[in-house]
C-alpha cells in the first residue's frame, strides 16, 4: 500500500474514532508554559476541524490567544485519541447559532444571543489513534497470555488498530 494511500485509509479511522467521542481533553498552555486541561463538549467535527462552545472570560480564552497550540486527547475503555492542532477563537455568531445546543443555558443562562459565548476552532495538525474493538479485544487477549507464557513481548499486531496521521 503507498504512504499516501495508508494516510488517506489512517484519516478515514481516525474520523471514525473521532466521531465516538463527544468530549475531548482540551490542552492549552498557560503564560509561563504549563500545561492546563480541561474537558470539553465536542460541538461538530468538520473534517480535520472540531468546534467547541465556550466563554470570552474563561482562561481558556486568554491562554489560546498566545498563539501556541493546543493539544486534545479522548479516551474511552477501548479506544484512545492523542491529537495536535492550531485553535482559535472566533465571535462569529452564526457559528455559536449553528453549534448551540440547550444544554448549553446551563453555562449560559441568556442563549445564544449572549454576546460572551464565543466558539472555539481547533484544526488538526497531527493525531494518533488506538482502538482495541470486537475480534481485536479477543487478539489482544490471546496475546497478553501468549506473551506471559513464552516470556517475549506482545507482538504490536496484537494490540488492536493504530494509525499516525498528519493532516
Given amino acids: ?6 494516510q488517506q485509509t489512517d484519516r ?4 471514525e474514532v473521532l466521531d465516538d467521542f463527544d468530549t475531548a481533553m482540551l490542552t492549552t498552555f498557560t503564560a509561563d508554559g504549563t500545561p492546563h486541561g480541561r474537558p470539553m463538549h465536542v460541538a461538530q467535527r468538520d473534517g480535520d476541524t472540531l468546534w467547541f462552545v465556550t466563554g470570552i472570560d474563561s482562561g481558556k480564552v486568554r ?8 493539544v486534545l486527547t479522548f479516551q474511552s475503555s477501548d479506544t484512545w485519541v492523542a491529537a495536535t492542532g492550531e485553535v482559535e477563537i472566533s465571535h462569529d455568531r452564526s457559528k455559536v447559532d449553528e453549534l448551540w445546543s440547550p444544554v448549553m443555558k446551563a453555562w449560559f443562562p441568556e442563549g445564544p444571543e449572549d454576546p460572551g459565548v464565543v466558539v472555539v476552532r481547533v484544526d488538526l495538525v497531527s493525531a ?16 497478553v497470555a501468549r506473551s506471559i507464557l513464552t516470556g517475549t513481548p506482545i507482538d504490536s499486531d496484537d494490540e488492536g488498530e493504530h494509525g499516525e496521521v498528519r493532516l
Fill in 1 to 6: 500500500m503507498s504512504t499516501d494511500t495508508q
Fill in 12 to 15: 478515514t479511522a481516525l474520523y
Fill in 128 to 143: 494518533e489513534y488506538w482502538a482495541t474493538t470486537g475480534t481485536d479485544k479477543v487478539s489482544f487477549a490471546f496475546g
Fill in 63 to 70: 491562554e489560546i490567544a498566545s498563539g501556541d497550540p493546543a
